[in-house]
């Protein structure tokens, strides 16, 4: 997940649905009452486990995401929570504002086991393996993790030196996932990366010594691009035989420079001539497509993002972080303050949360679904009660209406979509708009 951010879905082809429509979980604004963020700790835990109208069996696995925002420049595309470092961003200062962001969270986890950890950005290798090893030191001493937690951490080839991927290894993280977006000078350019190609390369080969497994993310249809030099991409990225490759179609994002100044990008039949050429070269090369923008290896699933998938909880703290946490009557969503300084100062003084809602009933099958429909082998059908509370009648209307339209198969226990499913991936979702 990532948490969640978004290079969206390409154009649609008659309709047709995205690949790549979330590198990180997406955040689903509802319309449940926000909640000033100077309410004491204490009232907001009473409010949170008091009595209410739905009724959780057991509480999904839980993960962890943590924001560092800062990057060497803003890429003209990104819409995320990302800010230019102007100088050296003071790493002690902010590993402390997450440490006292985290002790004021726990009283809203307490007694639950951490599976996952990702450390996202911005661009989260500007930080130090030391600084990275003191983050994950803090967080074990405050958290229980799981046997085995898979921590993975998002590095940038422009922040690339020797032999600093070992020292991250050393430093407890077990997965990397490295943003190389293209392997041509010209098209990295064009999307106002810090790094070369030569860099991508060297990275990679750092990431592939140092780690059992790692992710590469790989954009397409990008400013002038042609099927030939995607095949190019695609094909330097396959030649390290990645355990776990992400793709991802570049699309204007309001708020951006790209969405004011529109680059000229390859129109929608060579967007999906490149998404057939992506399935066809991944099966090929051993990797299942196991999420609409995600190809693994046996073995090598991001286990993380799994959880978001499959509507799990996530505690997320950092500059913008959301949270997804579940209790025994609600499920709640948090957002923390966006801008690192003010954020910093909040969480310091105890109160980095900027808002939080109950997510309303009528629209707990949507993010359920937004979240189901993006895995190849779907659900099964007591998730969704497990997961929101709900009996299976709230879903019963969507399920028939995409049933007829041929966007899932289902049997007595699970729930998938078929390939017509993948491919108008927005529009089943949509069945499910409360």
């Given at each position: 997940?990532?948490?969640?951010?978004?290079?969206?879905?390409?154009?649609?082809?008659?309709?047709?649905?995205?690949?790549?429509?979330?590198?990180?979980?997406?955040?689903?604004?509802?319309?449940?009452?926000?909640?000033?963020?100077?309410?004491?700790?204490?009232?907001?835990?009473?409010?949170?486990?008091?009595?209410?109208?739905?009724?959780?069996?057991?509480?999904?696995?839980?993960?962890?995401?943590?924001?560092?925002?800062?990057?060497?420049?803003?890429?003209?595309?990104?819409?995320?929570?990302?800010?230019?470092?102007?100088?050296?961003?003071?790493?002690?200062?902010?590993?402390?504002?997450?440490?006292?962001?985290?002790?004021?969270?726990?009283?809203?986890?307490?007694?639950?086991?951490?599976?996952?950890?990702?450390?996202?950005?911005?661009?989260?290798?500007?930080?130090?393996?030391?600084?990275?090893?003191?983050?994950?030191?803090?967080?074990?001493?405050?958290?229980?993790?799981?046997?085995?937690?898979?921590?993975?951490?998002?590095?940038?080839?422009?922040?690339?030196?020797?032999e600093r991927f070992h020292g991250y290894r050393a430093a407890g993280v077990t997965r990397l996932?490295?943003g190389v977006q293209s392997f041509d000078d010209a098209k990295l350019a064009a999307l106002g990366?810090?790094?070369?190609?030569?860099?991508?390369?060297?990275?990679?080969?750092?990431?592939?010594?140092?780690?059992?497994?790692?992710?590469?993310?790989?954009?397409?249809?990008?400013?002038?691009?042609?099927?030939?030099?995607?095949?190019?991409?695609?094909?330097?990225?396959?030649?390290?035989?990645?355990?776990?490759?992400?793709?991802?179609?570049?699309?204007?994002?309001?708020?951006?420079?790209?969405?004011?100044?529109?680059?000229?990008?390859?129109?929608?039949?060579?967007?999906?001539?490149?998404?057939?050429?992506?399935?066809?070269?991944?099966?090929?090369?051993?990797?299942?497509?196991?999420?609409?923008?995600?190809?693994?290896?046996?073995?090598?699933?991001?286990?993380?993002?799994?959880?978001?998938?499959?509507?799990?909880?996530?505690?997320?703290?950092?500059?913008?972080?959301?949270?997804?946490?579940?209790?025994?009557?609600?499920?709640?969503?948090?957002?923390?303050?966006?801008?690192?300084?003010?954020?910093?100062?909040?969480?310091?003084?105890?109160?980095?949360?900027?808002?939080?809602?109950?997510?309303?009933?009528?629209?707990?099958?949507?993010?359920?679904?937004?979240?189901?429909?993006?895995?190849?082998?779907?659900?099964?059908?007591?998730?969704?009660?497990?997961?929101?509370?709900?009996?299976?009648?709230?879903?019963?209307?969507?399920?028939?209406?995409?049933?007829?339209?041929?966007?899932?198969?289902?049997?007595?226990?699970?729930?998938?979509?078929?390939?017509?499913?993948?491919?108008?991936?927005?529009?089943?979702?949509?069945?499910?708009?409360?």
């Amino acid at each position: 997940m990532a948490a969640p951010r978004s290079p969206s879905a390409p154009a649609p082809r008659e309709e047709r649905g995205p690949l790549g429509a979330a590198r990180r979980w997406p955040e689903v604004v509802s319309s449940g009452t926000e909640v000033a963020a100077t309410e004491p700790v204490a009232e907001r835990l009473a409010r949170y486990i008091r009595s209410g109208t739905l009724s959780l069996a057991a509480l999904p696995p839980l993960s962890l995401y943590v924001h560092l925002p800062w990057c060497l420049k803003k890429c003209p595309y990104c819409d995320f929570n990302s800010h230019e470092a102007r100088g050296e961003p003071d790493q002690s200062r902010y590993l402390d504002a997450l440490n006292a962001d985290l002790e004021a969270a726990l009283p809203f986890i307490w007694g639950r086991r951490v599976h996952t950890i990702f450390i996202g950005g911005g661009t989260p290798s500007l930080f130090t393996p030391a600084s990275i090893e003191r983050l994950i030191g803090d967080i074990r001493a405050r958290l229980p993790l799981e046997p085995m937690c898979e921590i993975t951490l998002e590095a940038n080839p422009g922040t690339f030196e020797r032999e600093r991927f070992h020292g991250y290894r050393a430093a407890g993280v077990t997965r990397l996932s490295i943003g190389v977006q293209s392997f041509d000078d010209a098209k990295l350019a064009a999307l106002g990366r810090v790094h070369d190609a030569a860099q991508a390369r060297a990275a990679v080969e750092e990431a592939r010594a140092a780690f059992e497994t790692f992710n590469i993310d790989l954009m397409y249809a990008l400013p002038g691009q042609t099927m030939p030099e995607f095949e190019a991409d695609l094909a330097a990225a396959l030649a390290f035989a990645p355990p776990h490759l992400s793709v991802y179609h570049l699309t204007l994002e309001p708020n951006t420079v790209f969405a004011k100044f529109p680059p000229a990008l390859p129109d929608d039949d060579t967007a999906f001539e490149m998404l057939d050429l992506i399935t066809a070269r991944t099966a090929a090369a051993g990797m299942e497509r196991y999420e609409v923008s995600a190809f693994a290896r046996a073995g090598h699933r991001c286990e993380h993002n799994w959880n978001y998938w499959q509507f799990g909880d996530y505690l997320g703290i950092g500059a913008g972080a959301h949270s997804k946490i579940s209790f025994p009557h609600r499920v709640v969503r948090q957002t923390r303050f966006r801008e690192p300084a003010q954020y910093m100062a909040r969480a310091l003084a105890g109160a980095a949360i900027a808002s939080d809602e109950e997510v309303p009933r009528d629209q707990l099958p949507f993010e359920f679904m937004l979240n189901a429909t993006r895995l190849r082998e779907g659900f099964e059908l007591a998730r969704f009660t497990e997961r929101t509370g709900l009996s299976l009648a709230a879903l019963t209307p969507g399920l028939d209406a995409a049933e007829r339209q041929g966007l899932i198969a289902r049997d007595f226990t699970r729930v998938w979509p078929t390939e017509r499913g993948f491919d108008f991936l927005s529009d089943l979702q949509a069945l499910f708009l409360p």
